[in-house]
């Protein structure tokens, strides 16, 4: 159990950095959907290379087929919810539109209950009503930014709107058993194909050749290709060595519950301390008081009983 406890918790705090790269790239003057573009490229050869070398089945069925789009659509969406997260780090407090992001947990959870059944406990109900409460708390803080206009407000939430269709895209597929013997690296690669295509299709949108010599001029920088093996280094090895075997771990241990607000807690604290220790950011009471009630309420929305 404390390995799985230890193993999650590691997975979560590797997560901030997609955070931490969409808030740093564009202040160093490289475009985050290029960042997106070539990481999704390798991802899409990594999970080729690794399906070919094991030699797993091609999906073949029509749930497999329905769960790869599913994937794909997610892979589109996420490149949105990125970008648009980035432009509102680029105007606002970094940890609170990140927060605001994770707690987009709460579309899945919701379709669970509407659609598939899952029980409403008291606790999991007051943990949804901690979440929105932090939501308004959000909204209603000071504004703290250089600027002040309140527009990151808008691309925050509409960044969680996004995430919040994501996270359904990429979880509804469990549901039905048919669909649960597709690869995680079948899925890995669909979602990377989504990401590749919608990153594409933002990249080429209003290129000229200013704009070309730009990208080329960024393909050459250091950073770029930091930014992308790290982001890839977490996502591929990580699955593998930490986060399936954790939870693997946690529900051998009957302790599966925990997993999801240790994954989602430890990387809204670990970016919460990079925005405070790292990016020195202000922060008010109500952004304080909103974070503690979102992690409450992960908490109460991932308890199984009472």
């Known amino acids: 159990m404390i390995f799985g406890m230890v193993a999650l918790t590691l997975v979560g705090l590797s997560w901030t950095v997609v955070g931490i790269v969409m808030g740093q790239a564009p202040r160093r003057q490289i475009d985050p959907g290029l960042i997106l573009f070539c990481g999704a490229a390798v991802a899409i050869f990594a999970s080729l290379a690794i399906l070919t070398f094991t030699k797993t ?6 749930a497999e087929m329905l769960t790869c789009l599913a994937y794909l659509a997610g892979g589109v969406l996420n490149y949105w919810l990125l970008h648009l997260m980035s432009r509102a780090m680029q105007l606002g407090p970094n940890g609170v539109v990140w927060t605001m992001v994770q707690s987009a947990m709460i579309f899945p959870f919701l379709t669970g209950i509407v659609f598939f059944g899952e029980k409403l406990t008291v606790c999991r109900a007051a943990g949804l009503g901690l979440i929105l409460v932090a939501l308004v708390l959000f909204g209603l803080a ?12 808008l691309l925050a939430f509409a960044a969680f709107l996004l995430a919040g269709i994501q ?11 048919a ?4 690869s995680s690296l079948v899925r890995l690669g669909a979602a990377g194909t989504g990401t590749f295509v919608a990153a594409l299709a933002g990249l080429l949108y209003g290129m000229n050749r200013e704009r070309y010599r730009e990208f080329l001029g960024m393909m050459r920088m250091k950073a770029l290709w930091i930014y992308v093996f790290s982001l ?8 593998a060595t930490l986060f399936y075997p954790g939870m693997d771990a946690l529900a051998r241990a ?8 240790l994954l989602v807690g ?7 301390l990079y925005s405070i220790l790292i990016l020195r950011e202000k922060t008010s009471v109500l952004q304080v008081v909103a974070v503690i009630c979102c992690l409450a309420g992960i908490v109460g929305i991932c308890c199984n009983s009472i």
């Open 266 to 272: 430890s990387c809204i604290i670990g970016f919460a």
């Open 179 to 182: 669909a649960r013997t597709v």
């Open 254 to 261: 009957g302790a599966g519950a925990v997993s999801v607000p």
């Open 232 to 239: 890839q280094f977490f996502s591929l090895v990580f699955a």
């Open 142 to 153: 000071k504004d703290n930014t250089v600027n002040r206009t309140g527009r990151w407000r």
């Open 57 to 62: 089945d091609a999906v073949g069925g029509m």
């Open 167 to 177: 996270q359904n895209c990429t979880t509804l597929p469990s549901y039905f058993p």
